[in-house]
Structure formats: structure tokens, C-alpha cells
């Protein structure tokens, strides 16, 4: 599983990923298709999401990298799909690398 937050950074990331559910999901409620909000695919989507931000969702969410959203999409594919990821963007090859380090597998995957 994830990692331990300590109590204040815990209500700093439950704050982050109701801004952040709501700019990928377009709600802050419950998913209207009862969909499971997975904060690593929504965080390699967004495209305006820092990399540092990425990588916590990663770190506390280690168990996402492996799962696939509603539609079949794994993050790997999210994120070399995603509109962050633009030429001479060198942050873009971190996350995919961590991505990749952590679910090799993901790459072989079709989406």
C-alpha cells in the first residue's frame, strides 16, 4: 500500500485531491458512473499538474500504478498521451521512467 502521512501533510493531500478530482473528473461528488477515482491517473492527466505532485500521488498510491481506469487506460498511458508531455519538457521523461520502473508491463499493454 501507500505511504503513512503524517497528520498535517494528510489534510494538505485530501485538500490537493479534491482539486484535483474535480479539474480531471469535472466533479467533486461521487464519479456519476460509480468509477473509482484513481489520483494517479488523474494526476499524469492533468495537464498543468507539477511533477513533484505526480510523483507524491505515485508514493502514496503505489498500488494505482497497475490498474486500469474505466476506459482500459493504464497511467503509463495516460501520461504518454497526456498534453504535459511536449517536446523539450525533460519532467515528462521522469515521471514515465518512475512509471515504468515501478509496472514494466504497462508498456507491452495495449490500450
Not at 11 to 26: F, H, N, Q, S
Request: charge should be negative; glycine fraction near 6%.
Amino acid at each position: 500500500e501507500g505511504i503513512v502521512l503524517e497528520r498535517g501533510l494528510e489534510e494538505c493531500w485530501k485538500c490537493a485531491t479534491l482539486i484535483m478530482r474535480a479539474a480531471y473528473y469535472g466533479t467533486v461528488s461521487d464519479i456519476p458512473n460509480g468509477e473509482r477515482v484513481l489520483f494517479v491517473h488523474a494526476a499524469v492527466g492533468l495537464k498543468d499538474c507539477p511533477p513533484k505532485f505526480i510523483l507524491l500521488a505515485l508514493k502514496v498510491h503505489p498500488e494505482q500504478v497497475t490498474e486500469k481506469d474505466s476506459i482500459g487506460n493504464h497511467p503509463l498511458h495516460i501520461a504518454a498521451a497526456s498534453k504535459m508531455y511536449t517536446e523539450g519538457n525533460t519532467d515528462h521523461i521522469v515521471i514515465l521512467e518512475v512509471i515504468l520502473a515501478m509496472f514494466p508491463a504497462a508498456a507491452l499493454i495495449p490500450n
